[in-house]
């Protein structure tokens, strides 16, 4: 599944009203917090902290219950309860919640108009990029946790609609989330791979740069999402290309069963009927791994190392029709019409993609997984370019100890997928282009 998921800036007034919405939705929801928690606000701490106890102050302190809480407490003590409430009943989830917050907060909501709204908040599973500073955590808790970030709100979906757009993967993957973000949905099994990967990275100073930022995984409405930056957001009108890397884009484990299948020869033969050797035409069936080999060989992916997935142009529909780019020179056509004879801007594009190979042959993190079915993801406009590694679904620690050089042709039992390799090249056809466009 490719993260190629964004959508173009907001007109400046779309963005001044979503900015008023956004200090609307933390006022309202620090006053919530305030009412149901029996929390004074921040800046009544401060305004408190900086006067001699009197009795009319004592009187007022004691009424709102401030004690020592400060907005880190009131975001635990929600977070509990919002956890709590996502299974069971509430009487007793908002029991068990209030018993493990009492020496904070003196109760939990529960006035059922309160409590409907609260439980549409998403569950935060997860926080990468929880501000420490205790004045920080309830502003970002109100913008993370109200419907501009969960999936967007009616009004801004139906003001960012013509603008939305998904390069490439599932279409029913993506939601809109607030100003910058998307929600992604899941992958990687029970244990969420792409999320951990995610907060991994974040936390190398080499790599985190190299990546959509992270901020959290959450529960929303039954599914579970990670919560990423938008890497579109900010570029006006932009080319766009999604670059799956690698000269394998499928799991050893996904092919270790040995049988042969009639569905899979189907399939291949619909491609290309002179595709099965004598011996598979008479049982008109393949493995799953003769299958997948053979996919591969469709597009540029075995021969580059990469295959060009999708690309956008200013003021055109995504280009999704890309898989089978194969031959080289094909290749070259595609990234040309991309680069559009900007050569500043491929100049700029070329300097990033070294420095992610420098970074990638440095960091002890990629020596020890394989990184299948990822993609670098490339966006530029008049006046930026960007350049981000994306998609973890599939990213494996490799076994006993091994270490990857991601260049070495795979064979079963090496973990080596080539993305190296493919970047390698990437980075040769890139420059070759100057060539061509000199000559």
């Keep these: ?95 068990s919640a209030g018993s493990r917050s009492s020496h904070s907060l003196a109760k939990l909501p529960n006035d059922p108009a309160t409590i409907r709204k609260m439980e549409q908040f998403p569950l935060v599973l997860s926080d990468a990029t929880m501000p420490d500073d205790a004045d920080l955590s309830l502003k970002f808790l109100a913008l993370n946790a109200l419907d501009l970030t969960a999936p967007a709100s009616d009004v801004l979906l139906k003001n960012r609609l013509k603008s939305w757009f998904q390069l490439s993967g599932h279409p029913d993957g993506f ?92 399939k291949m033969i619909a491609v290309d009927p002179d595709a099965p050797t004598q011996l598979e035409h008479e049982q008109r069936a393949v493995t799953k791994l003769r299958y997948m080999q053979f996919r591969e060989q469709q597009s540029s992916t075995c021969s580059h190392g990469f295959r060009i997935e999708a690309m956008k142009l200013p003021g ?21 019409q991309f680069l559009d004879r900007r050569e500043d801007t491929r100049q700029k594009i070329l300097a990033r993609l070294k420095n992610l190979r420098i970074k990638i042959e440095e960091s002890e993190y990629f020596k020890s997984h394989e990184v299948i079915g990822s993609s670098i993801f490339i966006i530029y406009d008049s006046e930026k370019v960007g350049v981000w590694l994306i998609d973890f679904a599939k990213t494996r620690e490799v076994p006993n100890g091994r270490k990857l050089t991601h260049r070495r042709p795979w064979e079963e039992g090496n973990h080596e997928e080539g993305f190296l390799f493919g970047l390698d090249n990437l980075i040769s056809t890139m420059e070759e282009i100057f060539s061509i466009n000199t000559k």
């Design 1 to 95: 599944m490719s993260s190629s998921v964004c959508h173009a800036p907001l007109p400046a007034r779309m963005e001044a009203f979503t900015t008023r919405l956004c200090l609307r939705a933390v006022d309202q929801y620090e006053r919530l917090l305030q009412t149901h928690f029996n929390k004074p606000s921040s800046k009544e701490q401060t305004r408190l902290s900086n006067h001699d106890s009197t009795g009319s102050k004592d009187h007022r302190r004691h009424k709102d219950g401030s004690g020592s809480s400060n907005s880190s407490s009131s975001y635990s003590a929600f977070r509990q309860w919002r956890r709590s409430t996502s299974t069971g009943s509430h009487n007793s989830r908002s029991s």
């Design 175 to 266: 939601a809109p989330a607030g100003p910058g973000t998307v929600w992604k949905r899941k992958t990687g099994g029970a244990e969420n791979t792409e999320r951990i990967v995610y907060e991994t990275l974040s936390k190398e100073e080499a790599l985190r740069d190299c990546i959509p930022r992270y901020y959290r995984e959450v529960e929303y409405k039954g599914d579970t999402f990670i919560e990423l930056q938008d890497l579109l957001f900010g570029f006006n009108d932009p080319h766009v290309m999604d670059i799956k890397m690698g000269t394998r884009t499928f799991l050893e484990s996904e092919v270790s069963k040995t049988t042969a299948r009639p569905d899979l020869y189907q």
């Design 316 to 336: 055109a529909p995504p280009i999704t029709d890309l898989k089978k780019v194969k031959s080289h020179s094909d290749v070259l056509d595609i990234i040309r």
